[in-house]
């Protein structure tokens, strides 16, 4: 199309220019030598950017700030060089978003304007739309119909989605934040494994509580994505008891409560977590947190340390190091957990067969007792020396891995670079980088999201965090290189049912509620083979 506008415009005295949702110019095609020449002085030329913040009024930048087509003439330009032309821009948007993707701008000499360029421009940016439409996947469009279907009956919010993109009413476009998408995706991934429709409650980044109710898109034989209806909660109205402690800080890079006094979190789990730590807290008893690496149990300690002791001294012993003097580890273990505060017993199930006895007498001596308690473990394990000194930790809790709740990454992020930024504005992570990090499984954890963070924070130098910062093993994008998560979800459902059904199919079809040829169906586009399975 630009090619063709090209040729039209070959040898005349107007020059066209695209230019991308930044308002960097891409491309710049036709106008003679002599306007060529006059534009890459002006810096009107590829690589540069002509955003209204830094440019002021242009066609360009002003046509993406405004939404609609502009017209700038002569002195109309801000910046002086520029007022030898006259430009129109008209925003490219996509069919099916409605984002704008870009600019279309034809530009020419001021003497040289005519009443002609705004028709050239329009007709042209309609024809560029339609065939962005007609390119649009076929998931794209079904997801839009459906949309519209669904929107024009209801009064409530109505979202359309996948990983990729979005599609909002204005109701919903109100209630939802950058990275809402993340958190919506995730959830219907996880609430709808199985399932062809769902409701429950999600809390969205601005800490709004909606009720929602979501259902697949598709064809049958694919999956176009979810569509969620949404009204907000009324007040007082609950489902689910809510965490007594404080809300989580909501909103990346926004909290609205000192960090580190909440327990950040906004899933399922993390809500579960909180509530059993208030029952731990008001408990008193020593309590004994398991996890896998990196999922964050020394964190949980020091935060029950805050709600039990805050202006008594926390000491973390570790048992990983009591090997290298076990004496001196023994002795400050005595000290310590005769005065008050909290003692941390780091990775207790590390701790030295031989040391095992003794610290157990310790425990139990009537001596120690004044002190809060906590120890972290992977689990409780195998008998042995060191599950005996576990057992002396009545209450348990259980930390649970990041691949579990995803949808903390956007709480626990902010968290972690507001740590790297202590003196500067906090970077946020852009939307697509939420995405992508959600779409990972952490075998490291918490401790792993923390190193991937800290260098993306160092790429990039201060502002927003892209995809392009993160590492790149990291970057992949999550569509291209996995099972969508919502896949994923079903995928383990389906292995789940099969596995507890010893591998019958049809026993897992009915487990599932879902007809045997379904399963089948399932089955194959999941890539199960269904050959192991029996029935
Ligand atoms: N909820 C959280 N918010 C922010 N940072 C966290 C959170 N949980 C853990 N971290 C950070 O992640 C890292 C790993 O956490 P932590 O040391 O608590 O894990 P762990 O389960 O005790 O690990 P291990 O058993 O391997 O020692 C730490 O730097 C910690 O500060």
């Not at 398991?290 to 999922?295: D, Q, S």
């Not at 500067?424 to 954890?445: F, I, K, V, Y």
Request: with cysteine; aromatic share 4%.
């Amino acid at each position: 199309m630009i090619d063709r506008l090209a040729e039209q415009l070959m040898g005349g005295p107007a020059t066209i220019i695209l230019a991308d949702s930044e308002a960097q110019i891409l491309d710049r095609r036709a106008g003679g030598r002599e306007l060529s020449k006059a534009l890459d002085k002006a810096m009107v030329a590829p690589g540069f950017r002509y955003a209204e913040e830094y440019t002021g009024t242009n066609g360009i930048g002003s046509a993406l700030e405004e939404r609609k087509p502009f017209l700038v003439q002569g002195g109309e330009h801000f910046r002086e060089n520029l007022q030898e032309f006259a430009c129109i821009g008209s925003p490219l948007m996509h069919p099916i978003t409605g984002a704008v993707e870009g600019v279309l701008d034809v530009t020419c000499r001021f003497d040289d304007s005519n009443v002609l360029m705004k028709p050239l421009v329009l007709s042209a940016v309609r024809e560029i739309e339609s065939r962005m439409y007609a390119d649009a996947s076929l998931r794209e469009r079904m997801l839009l119909e459906h949309f519209l279907r669904v929107s024009r009956k209801t009064t409530s919010a109505v979202v359309s989605l996948n990983q990729d993109f979005i599609i909002t009413n204005t109701a919903a476009s109100k209630l939802l934040d950058p990275s809402d998408q993340a958190l919506l995706w995730d959830w219907t991934s996880r609430m709808l494994a199985g399932r062809e429709e769902c409701t429950g409650e999600v809390r969205l980044a601005q800490d709004i509580v909606v009720q929602a109710r979501a259902s697949k898109v598709g064809d049958g034989s694919q999956l176009a994505g979810v569509l969620v209806e949404m009204r907000v909660r009324p007040p007082g109205k609950t489902t689910r008891p809510r965490a007594a402690t404080p809300a989580a800080p909501r909103r990346p890079g926004r909290p609205t409560t000192p960090v580190g006094d909440v327990l950040p979190g906004r899933s399922v789990a993390s809500e579960r977590l909180r509530r059993e730590i208030d029952a731990v807290v008001e408990s008193d008893l020593p309590v004994l947190l398991c996890g896998e690496p990196g999922a964050g149990k020394l964190f949980v300690a020091h935060h029950l340390h805050k709600r039990w002791a805050p202006a008594e001294p926390c000491t973390v012993l570790d048992g990983r190091v009591a090997r290298q003097d076990p004496d001196a580890w023994l002795e400050r273990f005595t000290a310590r957990s005769t005065t008050p505060g909290t003692l941390v017993l780091r990775h207790l199930d590390d701790l030295p067969p031989e040391l095992c006895p003794r610290v157990l007498g310790r425990l139990e001596s009537t001596e120690t007792g004044r002190a809060h308690l906590v120890a972290t473990a992977q689990a409780r394990g195998a008998p042995g020396p060191a599950a005996r000194v576990l057992d002396h930790f009545p209450a348990s809790l259980v930390v649970p891995p990041l691949r579990y709740r995803v949808e903390d990454i956007a709480d626990i992020a902010p968290v972690i670079i507001k740590r790297r930024t202590p003196r500067s504005p906090a970077p946020r992570l852009q939307p697509a980088t939420l995405q992508t990090l959600t779409a990972l499984d952490w075998p490291g954890n918490i401790r792993e999201l923390e190193t991937v963070l800290t260098s993306a924070v160092l790429r990039s130098m201060g502002s927003d965090i892209a995809q392009a910062h993160l590492p790149p093993e990291y970057r992949s994008s999550p569509t291209r290189h996995r099972l969508a998560s919502l896949e994923r979800a079903e995928r383990d459902t389906i292995l789940q049912a099969l596995a507890d059904t010893g591998g019958n199919k049809l026993a897992a079809a009915e487990r599932l509620g879902i007809a045997r040829s379904t399963l089948y169906r399932k089955l194959r586009a999941l890539g199960i083979d269904d050959n192991r399975f029996s029935g």
